[in-house]
């Protein structure tokens, strides 16, 4: 799949419908969430792996309010996945949860979608990699959700093919450190928040670096501990090491949360 004939604002939708947001510093809120399709990295614990990649064979599925479900055409202009947005949404306006894949593939789509939406509120959630893109967006979202990442949950990244920015992702130690810096300064004192997913395989001195890094840069942000949902051969970490994660936040003064994937819990999509 290749975005000839498409827009130079047009991204790959992967789907559109309205749920229960479960993650991050909205938990419970009920939403419209619009994922599109594309991500260069490669989480051992990613729950939507069918996001990375692109192929000719892709469609958008809408799940509107009313009617049942259907498939459009993948490349989507701001102007079309804005109508998808109000056809699902079962009742007033909603905060529109722009998720992934990895949105700040397609920088003109975000920031076309922000003229497209009205006074919805764009939450923008991302994994944090491709900080000179985020500073292009960030002031046409609302809410940032930046994934703090452990080098070693990562498998090498694959760049998507027709990307709509050039900001390579990170592949070394010291460049995710360097992207992780970036984009934590850009979200200091904002409306953001800072997710850290505890797996099973990691140990509690894998998850200083990233708290230090929060707290040199951004040391107002929420931090939201998330509990790995076993997925993928990953395992759920014990409750002792989420608590323990939670305690080194304190020790720093962070502001932290444990929450878990409340949707998953309640069985949503």
């Known amino acids: 799949m290749t975005r000839a004939g498409a827009a130079s604002n047009a991204a790959p939708v992967l789907e559109v419908f309205a749920s229960i947001q479960g993650e991050g510093s909205y938990v419970g809120e009920p939403q419209v969430f619009l994922r599109l399709r594309g991500c260069p990295l490669r989480c051992r614990w990613c729950d939507t792996p069918g996001s990375w990649r692109l192929a000719a064979d892709q469609t958008a599925r809408i799940d509107p309010a009313r009617g049942p479900a259907r498939r459009e055409s993948v490349w989507t202009s701001p102007f079309q996945a804005a109508c998808w947005v109000a056809e699902c949404e079962p009742g007033a306006q909603r905060t529109v949860s722009v998720t992934g894949g990895e949105p700040l593939l397609w920088p003109e789509f975000l920031l076309g979608l922000r003229a497209m939406v009205g006074s919805r509120r764009i939450h923008l959630e991302t994994g944090g990699a491709h900080p000179r893109t985020l500073s292009r967006v960030i002031d046409k979202v ?101 608590l323990a994660v939670a305690e080194l936040a304190g020790d720093r003064d962070l502001d932290v949360r444990v929450v878990p994937q409340v949707h998953r819990l309640l069985r949503l999509p």
């Open 142 to 242: 609302d809410h940032v959700s930046l994934d703090l990442k452990p080098d070693l949950d990562l498998d090498p990244p694959e760049e998507v093919p027709d990307a709509g920015t050039d900001e390579r992702s990170p592949s070394t130690r010291a460049e995710w450190r360097a992207a992780r810096r970036a984009s934590l300064a850009l979200v200091a004192d904002r409306d953001a928040c800072g997710k850290i997913v505890v797996s099973g395989d990691r140990a509690l001195q894998d998850f200083a670096p990233l708290l230090d890094e929060v707290e040199d840069c951004a040391p107002n942000l929420r931090v939201i501990l998330t509990p790995a949902t076993p997925v993928g051969g990953v395992a759920a970490p014990p409750m002792e090491l989420v």
